[in-house]
């Protein structure tokens, strides 16, 4: 097994940590807002029980099941292991994590999360070994329409964080923020990443170009 693949697998397994990392601390924060996607899962796990964690799991299997029934492919593995992962390290994280009272306190731990999910994110799919439900319909976006990651990105957060607001969940500034500001983050750090990889692996590794 080449170098390459132990590499792939250190920034795909590294990235997932810190995406849920980042996640969790924006759920901490829900004074300022929780991400769009949390919007959704923290609504229906207020109506019907179970985890955000298992929430998170549960809908990235909705949309996977959309996704292969209209494209006629079937995900990598690494997209149910990323699916997986995700949501098991969200609700270990969630369940670490002390709570974060106050006004200022909740900004810094929103502040740190946004980043830390934004990078997160960029750097798992810089390893190309299959990227999330929700990073699937985003590549869908930039290879068929054209689409920069950015712009892709900003569109799903604005359009799930409505519906998931409809269903119940808790919308704050932090939303909004996370809606038109994550899609910039993601973009910055595949950019980084894809330097990181680079001078690591001497091999180029893109997904949206």
């Not at 996704?67 to 992962?85: A, Q």
């Not at 920069?148 to 119940?168: D, H, S």
Request: charged share 10%; glycine share 12%.
């Amino acid at each position: 097994m080449s170098k390459h693949i132990y590499w792939r697998s250190a920034f795909f397994l590294l990235g997932i940590v810190i995406l849920a990392l980042g996640v969790s601390l924006t759920v901490k924060a829900k004074m300022i807002g929780v991400g769009s996607w949390d919007v959704l899962h923290i609504g229906l796990t207020n109506t019907l029980g179970l985890t955000i964690g298992t929430w998170s799991i549960i809908v990235g299997l909705i949309i996977l099941a959309i996704d292969s029934m209209f494209m006629k492919r079937l995900p990598k593995i690494g997209t149910f292991l990323d699916m997986f992962l995700t949501g098991i390290f969200i609700d270990i994280f969630n369940f670490l994590l002390p709570t974060v009272d106050g006004f200022f306190p909740q900004l810094i731990a929103f502040c740190a999360g946004l980043l830390l999910l934004g990078f997160g994110c960029g750097m798992y799919i810089v390893a190309n070994l299959g990227v999330g439900p929700r990073d699937t319909l985003m590549l869908l976006f930039t290879n068929k329409l054209g689409w920069r990651v950015g712009r892709a990105r900003t569109i799903m957060e604005v359009t799930v964080a409505i519906v998931g607001f409809l269903l119940g969940g808790p919308v704050g500034i932090g939303t909004v923020i996370m809606s038109f500001g994550l899609g910039p983050i993601v973009q910055w750090a595949l950019a980084i990443n894809e330097k990181l990889f680079f001078s690591i692996t001497g091999t180029e590794s893109s997904v949206y170009h």
